[in-house]
């Protein structure tokens, strides 16, 4: 081999081995970054307690690509911070206002609260929930009747009428709605309709002297004596012991010239009060009409010992001297009722 030969051949031999260790360098290279990238996927999936030291610093590349995982403390500071914040910012943001539910005012709410007004005298105030009432429930009977009650103790009758009629409308046998519109309509002068009222309230409730009584009332104010009577009757039928019915009865009777009727009707009233000055005196009246003069003046002395200075039993006794003949007795019975008279 001469030298130009061994020459070529170290030339050669340099030049591969020159080659074969840039190969090398090259695969530790690709090696060292496929590890650096494997532990930056499992700081993206695992943190781990301190980042691996590694002995090749970071290029600047590799740090501008591949941000710097925090450690776990700064994300456990970072996690706390941020459930701080949240949990402050919960406590701090205002809650809406819910609207409270209050529950609706039923028809037996306003009614029962009328019922209290009513206890307490407060009238005004018991009519307004009554009246609330009804407007939820137009059917309860009940609130018309007591809205009527507090009208009428306020003497509004006009408005307990209107009250009443409502009731009568719902129920038709309502037999106590009509005994008090029966009342109503006296009271404020409505004869006709007080009459038809308690009309209906007998024809339902047959048993009640005092609706009769009133019926009696009303027809002898409209002039009707006969069904008057007929009403009182019923009434004494019912209660025998009735004194205002008797009365009645026996005035019709004396207005009506049945004089016997009259006498035995205010005979059964002294019968039940002795005391009774009105029965005394229109019993004598009674006797005097019917000629039995020494009975009514007997009558007229007794009342005149306790009630001297009472005008119409001097007139009434100096009536019946005059149809006994004793003018003289009768003018000084007349004399006295005159005195009396214009002293009043």
């Known amino acids: 081999m001469n030298f130009l030969q061994l020459l070529s051949t170290i030339f050669f031999f340099c030049i591969c081995l020159i080659v074969y260790s840039g190969c090398n360098d090259k695969q530790e290279t690709i090696e060292i970054s496929k590890i650096q990238i494997e532990h930056l996927e499992q700081k993206e999936t695992t943190p781990i307690a301190k980042e691996t030291e590694v002995s090749q610093e970071p290029s600047p590349e590799d740090q501008t690509e591949e941000p710097q995982e925090p450690?776990?403390?700064?994300?456990?500071?970072?996690?706390?911070?941020?459930?701080?914040?949240?949990?402050?910012?919960?406590?701090?943001?205002?809650?809406?206002?819910?609207?409270?539910?209050?529950?609706?005012?039923?028809?037996?709410?306003?009614?029962?609260?009328?019922?209290?007004?009513?206890?307490?005298?407060?009238?005004?105030?018991s009519i307004e929930s009554f009246q609330k009432t009804t407007a939820l429930d137009?059917?309860?009977?009940?609130?018309?009747?007591?809205?009527?009650?507090?009208?009428?103790?306020?003497?509004?009758?006009?408005?307990?009428i209107i009250s009443l009629k409502?009731?009568?409308?719902?129920?038709?046998?309502?037999?106590?709605?009509?005994?008090?519109?029966?009342?109503?309509?006296?009271?404020?002068?409505?004869?006709?309709?007080?009459?038809?009222?308690?009309?209906?309230?007998?024809?339902?409730?047959?048993?009640?002297?005092?609706?009769?009584?009133?019926?009696?009332?009303?027809?002898?104010?409209?002039?009707?004596a006969d069904?008057?009577?007929?009403?009182?009757?019923?009434?004494?039928?019912?209660?025998?012991?009735?004194?205002?019915?008797?009365?009645?009865?026996?005035?019709?009777?004396?207005?009506?010239?049945?004089?016997?009727?009259?006498?035995?009707?205010?005979?059964?009233?002294?019968?039940?009060?002795?005391?009774?000055?009105?029965?005394?005196?229109?019993?004598?009246?009674a006797y005097n009409k019917n000629g039995l003069y020494n009975e009514s003046v007997e009558i007229c002395a007794k009342l005149l010992e306790k009630y001297a200075d009472n005008a119409r039993v001097h007139l009434l006794l100096g009536d019946t001297y005059r149809k006994l003949g004793k003018h003289e007795e009768a003018q000084k019975e007349l004399e006295i009722y005159k005195t009396l008279l214009f002293k009043k």
């Open 166 to 224: 409502k009731i009568v409308e719902i129920n038709p046998e309502d037999s106590e709605a009509y005994l008090q519109l029966g009342t109503c309509y006296a009271k404020n002068g409505m004869t006709d309709e007080a009459i038809k009222a308690f009309e209906i309230y007998v024809s339902l409730n047959p048993d009640h002297a005092k609706a009769y009584y009133n019926l009696g009332c009303l027809y002898g104010e409209r002039g009707s």
């Open 71 to 125: 450690s776990l403390e700064d994300q456990t500071a970072e996690r706390e911070q941020s459930e701080t914040e949240g949990s402050v910012q919960t406590n701090t943001t205002p809650q809406t206002n819910q609207p409270e539910i209050i529950k609706p005012a039923t028809a037996q709410d306003y009614y029962e609260e009328g019922i209290g007004y009513l206890k307490a005298g407060k009238l005004e105030e």
């Open 138 to 160: 137009s059917t309860m009977v009940e609130a018309y009747r007591n809205t009527a009650l507090a009208y009428r103790k306020l003497g509004r009758m006009s408005d307990a």
């Open 227 to 285: 069904k008057a009577m007929e009403a009182y009757k019923h009434a004494l039928e019912i209660d025998t012991n009735y004194i205002d019915a008797y009365y009645n009865l026996g005035v019709l009777y004396n207005n009506n010239s049945k004089y016997e009727d009259a006498i035995e009707i205010f005979m059964k009233i002294l019968s039940l009060d002795q005391e009774n000055f009105e029965a005394s005196y229109n019993l004598s009246f």
